[in-house]
């Protein structure tokens, strides 16, 4: 499956699509979070190049050691290279911890919805800033996560105003990282959204690798179709607009 064979028109496209966008709309800047991992590398890369105020966080939140070395590296790079770059760091851990404290036990206890509010933790974070600098919040996510399998946070995550690179495959992300020459260490780190306490990564959740459900998503077929459709199911809810009564007249 080959899909884009020049990665240098396809950058420029999506950089003019962005400043486009914010010129029809009169965005003053663009706000992303960093995660260390190759999809928020590429857009943090991508909205640099747009020549806009750029703001990247990066938001430690009981995050791994490595995780936080390689957003760290990334957001320091992008700053030595891009004068436009400006570097945030908020450090969300006693947040977090606060808010959980202070919430009642019997909510506590499922650990997914645990990780879906470090997710939606951070999402503030971009908004307080987007908002403070006339700003808009740019999505990470690729096109297995948004579209196939609904593998992000609702309000979290998922919580963007644009999304530049939902419509390109994971592999595909990782060819323009490649191109964009991103630290090697995130175009070979292990896909993994960095919030379980256990350090489990995406295909520890989902069950099957991003190579196998790009193939369920394209031929219908293949190992991944099982987790494609069983995820698809119980996400539904997230990729579907949000449900509206229709008033009858």
């Known amino acids: 499956m080959i899909r884009i064979d020049d990665y240098e028109q396809l950058k420029t496209k999506i950089v003019n699509w962005i400043s486009d966008y914010c010129w029809k709309y009169n965005i003053k800047a663009l706000v992303v979070g960093v995660s260390?991992?190759?999809?928020?590398?590429?857009?943090?890369?991508?909205?640099a190049e747009t020549g806009l105020p750029t703001y990247v966080l990066t938001m430690?939140?009981?995050?791994?050691?490595?995780?936080?070395?390689?957003?760290?590296a990334h957001a320091y790079q992008l700053v030595e290279k891009y004068s436009n770059v400006t570097l945030v760091n908020v450090d969300l851990t006693e947040t977090y911890d606060k808010f959980m404290f202070w919430v009642d036990d019997t909510f506590t206890t499922n650990q997914l919805a645990n990780a879906n509010t470090k997710s939606r933790l951070r999402m503030v974070a971009l908004y307080?800033?987007?908002?403070?600098?006339?700003?808009?919040?740019?999505?990470?996510?690729?096109?297995?996560?948004?579209?196939?399998?609904?593998?992000?946070?609702?309000?979290g995550d998922g919580g963007v105003d644009i999304a530049p690179i939902a419509d390109l495959y994971k592999s595909e992300v990782w060819e323009l990282g490649e191109y964009l020459e991103v630290d090697e260490r995130i175009c070979d780190a292990i896909?993994?959204?960095?919030?379980?306490e256990d350090?489990?990564?995406?295909?520890?959740?989902?069950?099957?690798s991003y190579e196998q459900l790009e193939e369920a998503m394209e031929t219908g077929a293949g190992p991944g179709l099982e987790a494609l459709q069983?995820?698809?199911?119980?996400?539904?809810?997230?990729?579907?607009?949000?449900?509206?009564y229709k008033l009858e007249v």
């Open 128 to 155: 307080q800033v987007a908002g403070s600098v006339g700003g808009i919040v740019v999505g990470t996510g690729n096109k297995v996560e948004d579209y196939g399998i609904g593998f992000y946070t609702k309000y």
């Open 199 to 208: 350090g489990r990564n995406d295909e520890d959740q989902i069950g099957a």
């Open 230 to 244: 069983k995820f698809y199911t119980q996400n539904r809810h997230k990729i579907d607009p949000i449900p509206t």
């Open 36 to 47: 260390g991992g190759i999809d928020s590398a590429v857009v943090s890369t991508l909205c």
């Open 191 to 196: 896909p993994t959204d960095g919030l379980w």
């Open 60 to 72: 430690p939140l009981h995050s791994k050691e490595g995780n936080t070395e390689l957003s760290d």
